[in-house]
Nanobody
Framework: VQLVESGGGLVQPGGSLRLSCAASGFTTSSADMSWYRQAPGNERELVARIIGTGGSTNYVDSVKGRFTVSRDNAKNTVYLQMSSLQPEDTAVYYC?????????????WGQGTQVTVSS
């Protein structure tokens, strides 16, 4: 199982970025896929999640209306579209998967991608 994030970078306040999480070794449509972020000195926090069955989504309050999580089943990839970015969105963003594989639930993390919002 592997998760590879990409799409991070430097963006000005008010700008947009799209993060990608390419998965292998399992099917994203059958997994709960989450995006977390961790800023220096802070704990890692859940930003957005898309549920495997049904595809429902949920977001932390601070990103509602600005971020959108989605997936492309054909590419086995999950995305985080971020708009109206603010300096407080600066963090390393991580992708996480959670799925059932006999005999237990499995969780895997990507390596992270840096997002910096600054003028």
């Amino acid at each position: 199982v592997q998760l590879v994030e990409s799409g991070g970078g430097l963006v000005q306040p008010g700008g947009s970025l799209r993060l990608s999480c390419a998965a292998s070794g399992f099917t994203t449509s059958s997994a709960d896929m989450s995006w977390y972020r961790q800023a220096p000195g802070n704990e890692r926090e859940l930003v957005a999640r898309i549920i495997g069955t049904g595809g429902s989504t949920n977001y932390v309050d601070s990103v509602k209306g600005r971020f959108t999580v989605s997936r492309d089943n054909a590419k086995n990839t999950v995305y985080l579209q971020m708009s109206s970015l603010q300096p407080e969105d600066t963090a390393v963003y991580y992708c996480k998967s959670r799925f059932w594989r006999v005999p237990s639930w499995r969780e895997y993390w990507g390596q992270g991608t840096q997002v910096t919002v600054s003028s």
